[in-house]
């Protein structure tokens, strides 16, 4: 069974950079796609971001399109979510999962994709 730790959460001012680490361990890392979701007070947890197990294919959410970059360090067990261009509204807990498996189409963005969560690193972005 996979276990999650995240860090590199903190408070930025809008127009800010954070990047977010993922680190696992207790499986194989590198043979999954993962995935950052994101949760803000009293709103549904949304998709952000998806990488491959490899790291040669990434999805984004419109939202944070063209602002974030996932990547990842299979040697490190590890992956990265770099924010830029920080906006008020990416205020939210932000949580990294692992896949059960490959996907296609917007099925690629579900939470039901995932299995294995993180505990969540807070983000606040002040405006």
């Known amino acids: 069974q996979v276990q999650l730790v995240e860090s590199g959460g903190g408070l930025v001012q809008a127009g800010g950079s954070l990047r977010l680490s993922c680190t696992g361990s207790g499986g194989t890392f590198r043979m999954y796609d993962m995935g950052w979701f994101r949760q803000a007070p009293g709103k549904e947890r949304e998709f952000v971001a998806r990488i491959s197990w490899s790291g040669g294919t990434t999805y984004y959410a419109d939202s944070v399109k063209d602002r974030f970059t996932t990547s990842r360090n299979n040697a490190k067990n590890t992956v990265y979510l770099q924010m830029i261009s920080l906006k008020a509204e990416d205020t939210a807990v932000y949580y990294c999962?692992?896949?059960?498996?490959?996907?296609?189409?917007?099925?690629?963005?579900?939470?039901?994709?995932?299995?294995?969560w993180g505990q969540g690193t807070q983000v606040t972005v002040s405006s």
């Open positions: 999962a692992v896949a059960i498996g490959g996907c296609s189409g917007y099925g690629c963005y579900r939470s039901s994709a995932f299995k294995y």
